[in-house]
């Protein structure tokens, strides 16, 4: 499965790489924001169910017939209550036909994979990690291929947008037909007192969804309909940079939480504080070269993916690699708090940071635009992290070594950083892998524990397809 997620990463790089270079600036802003703006209304739509499909599936099989025709009735009545809200506030709006069309485009390739999220759960309470695995890759393939074809074809603006749209519905056909065929035949009727009961279990899940959603999403929609199109395509081109870096933490995260659950369970609380250190050294070891290598290589890496017109993203950028760190750390302390039994304070956390991004967006984007946006992004991860760091300091207590490593691990980015400003000139590649390199030697020369920690957490991985 982490290989899937990675290959699907490095998918949506190259396609956030074609369509940005496609579109122009100004008609990447306003394809990001119709994106943006319909997933952050369909979260309405998914409601968080799928999650109880997959807790309560998983736990009691003969359940997932039932569950599945109520939670596609769901999603079903859902999905057209909130397309219609959608197009009603574009209408309304005073957006240009162009973003009109964009959005009603996003709606539709929302429907469709607002259906597959429920089969993908499927795969996931039935344990076929393997199976999800293939049909993500599947997902991905399916739309590189489709938006290489448009744009090879110098298709119109339209067009190319509505790669995902017809990669979804394929790939929503692709899993109908496995339910249909191979799980569980369809049923008569739904009971529509069982899909009441469904919406309010998921109401939990619903609460942590929104609050991600809204936290990550709107700066981009506030910047839109304060701003310019513009300025909302340089913001999203620099802002889709965290989302490629998250990765890695998100791989990490994926270890972690099997095993924190378990020593939670055995009620190790020693082991639990020692593995919580190492936890800790290990995502200080990751963000600081990330944060380090992207500040210093951001001309390059936005020239790279986006090319020149881009440009005015470099500062933008070099902005948000400032929450880099608090973004890694988050990672870590939700999924601390989750194998806690804490995630109702989680998600309290995640409300107020999205309720903090609102205001500092409303506030500081009509006085300095994109970067009103980066900063209140930075300051909401902040706000997170200090809130998760409280509330697990009762747990997991900072010890002098954790100190000594990450200072040990700012000495090794800053050498490896001179070396990349030395070595400025070369090649984006081969100034990529001499910071890697160099930064790497730095700590072993340095004795960073992490770099033994990270071999070792990395061996204790799920199952990999």
């Known amino acids: 499965m982490m290989f899937a997620n990675l290959f699907s990463s490095l998918v949506s790089m190259l396609a956030v790489m074609i369509l940005a270079r496609y579109l122009g600036v100004a008609t990447y802003g306003k394809y990001s924001f119709a994106f943006t703006f319909v997933n952050l209304f369909y979260i309405l739509a998914r409601f968080g169910v799928d999650t109880l499909f997959v807790r309560d599936v998983a736990r009691d099989p003969t359940l997932a017939k039932k569950y599945l025709q109520s939670i596609f009735y769901i999603k079903f ?51 076929r990690i393997k199976l999800k695995a293939i049909m993500l890759i599947v997902k991905n393939v399916l739309a590189i291929a489709f938006l290489g074809i448009f744009v090879f074809m110098h298709t119109n603006i339209y067009l190319v947008s509505a790669y995902l749209l017809i990669s979804n519905a394929i790939y929503m056909w692709i899993n109908m037909v496995f339910v249909k065929n191979k799980y569980f035949p369809p049923i008569s009727k739904s009971d529509f007192s069982f899909a009441c009961k469904l919406i309010i279990a998921s109401l939990p899940f619903f609460s942590k969804m929104a609050f991600i959603c809204l936290y990550d999403r709107s700066d981009t929609v506030i910047l839109s309909f304060m701003r310019s199109d513009y300025e909302v395509g340089i913001y999203r081109a620099a802002y889709n940079f965290l989302f490629f870096v998250g990765f890695i933490p998100s791989a990490l995260a994926t270890v972690i939480f099997p095993i924190v659950s378990h020593m939670f369970h055995a009620g190790d609380q020693k082991r639990m504080q020692t593995f919580g250190n190492k936890c800790l050294n290990i995502f200080l070891f990751t963000a600081i070269p990330v944060s380090v290598f992207t500040y210093i ?32 750390l988050n990672y870590l ?23 903090a991004n609102i205001f500092l967006n409303l506030i500081c984007i009509p006085i300095w635009g994109y970067y009103g946006a980066a900063w209140s992004t930075v300051a909401s991860e902040l706000i997170v992290l200090a809130l998760s760091f409280w509330a697990m300091s009762k747990y997991l207590h900072l010890n002098i070594k954790v100190l000594h490593e990450a200072v040990k691990c700012v000495i090794s980015g800053i050498v490896a950083g001179f070396i990349i400003l030395y070595f400025h000139t070369f090649n984006f590649f081969i100034l990529a892998f001499m910071a890697v390199a160099s930064y790497i030697v730095a700590g072993y020369l340095l004795k960073i524990d992490a770099i033994h920690e990270t071999i070792s957490l990395l061996r204790k991985a799920p199952e990999k397809v």
């Open 77 to 127: 009545i859902l999905s057209v209550l909130v397309s219609s809200v959608i197009g009603l506030i574009v209408l309304i709006s005073g957006k240009d036909i162009i973003t009109k069309i964009l959005v009603a485009i996003a709606v539709f390739s929302m429907f469709f994979d607002n259906f597959s999220f429920t089969i993908e759960a499927l795969y996931q309470s039935y344990h």
């Open 333 to 355: 302390y939700n999924n601390f708090l989750i194998g806690y039994n804490l995630q109702n304070k989680m998600v309290l956390f995640l409300g107020v940071g999205a309720g």
């Open 297 to 328: 290589l951001a001309p390059q890496i936005i020239n790279f993916i986006y090319s020149s017109k881009y440009i005015a993203a470099v500062d933008v950028l070099r902005v948000l690699v400032l929450a880099i760190p608090f973004i890694y």
